[in-house]
């Protein structure tokens, strides 16, 4: 049972597009949710996160939204570069200890 | 540092064939993982270890089992390997506190025939 359900599965968009990438999850108890980005042969690493008190929060181009009431938040991904083709995986942590619950992954491709 | 290590990084099993993948972290955590990635299922945490001494099963432990050898080094071992074991595997640390990023190493790809 995924308790956390990423869309959409891949995305291609142009260089200098905006990508999106969302999430949906229903533990309430979840209370920490970082964005983890993976190129091909390498494992995940940690590219940003929110916590639930925050509605937004950014990092250069890459941003997260996020909504409470309707337990979803999602990657925007700014001025999309080919460098930033990638699989991203959105996460979440309930509070009650370290682990952490991914999603299925978006295999993210930007043209040049 | 080197982070975190795997060993093998590619290997070749026959159904019914046993190993043990190896995994080591030079950052003091306290805290280490065992994932499986397959296509469109994301990351599944097969077990972890809180803290040197203890394990605990993630969502997908059946068909393996682990060990915590000390705070460096976590263990993943396939005691008799089936085909739907083929993917790739991977350690991650972290402090274990809240909040804390998980390192991830390079991966172990295994294929069960």
């Known amino acids: 049972q995924q308790q956390v359900k990423q869309s959409p599965q891949s995305l291609i968009v142009q260089k200098g597009g905006i990508s999106i990438i969302n999430c949906a999850y229903e533990n309430t108890a979840f209370d920490y949710f970082p964005w983890y980005q993976q190129f091909p042969g390498k494992g995940p690493a940690l590219l940003i996160a929110i916590r639930p008190d925050v509605s937004e929060k950014k990092e250069g181009r890459f941003t997260i939204s996020f909504n409470k009431s309707a337990k979803q938040f999602s990657l925007h991904i700014m001025d999309s570069q080919p460098g930033d083709s990638a699989t991203y995986f959105c996460?979440?942590?309930?509070?009650?200890?370290?682990?952490?619950?991914f999603g299925e992954g978006t295999q993210l491709t930007v043209n040049p | 540092n080197a982070g975190v290590t795997q060993t093998p990084k590619f290997q070749v099993l026959k159904t019914g064939q046993s190993m043990t993948l190896q995994c080591a972290q030079d950052?003091?955590?306290?805290?280490m993982y065992w994932y499986r990635q397959d296509p469109g299922m994301g990351l599944r945490l097969i077990y972890y270890?809180?803290?040197?001494?203890?394990?605990d099963k993630g969502e997908v432990p059946n068909g393996y089992n682990v060990s915590r050898l000390n705070k460096r080094e976590f263990s993943l071992r396939l005691e008799s390997a089936a085909p739907s074991q083929t993917s790739v595997y991977f350690c991650?640390?972290?402090?274990?506190?809240?909040?804390?990023?998980?390192?991830f190493g390079p991966g172990t790809r295994l294929t069960v025939l």
């Open positions: 991650a640390s972290s402090f274990g506190h809240s909040y804390n990023e998980q390192f």
């Open positions: 270890s809180a803290s040197e001494g203890t394990t």
């Open positions: 950052m003091n955590h306290n805290s």
């Open positions: 996460a979440a942590r309930a509070n009650s200890g370290s682990r952490l619950t």
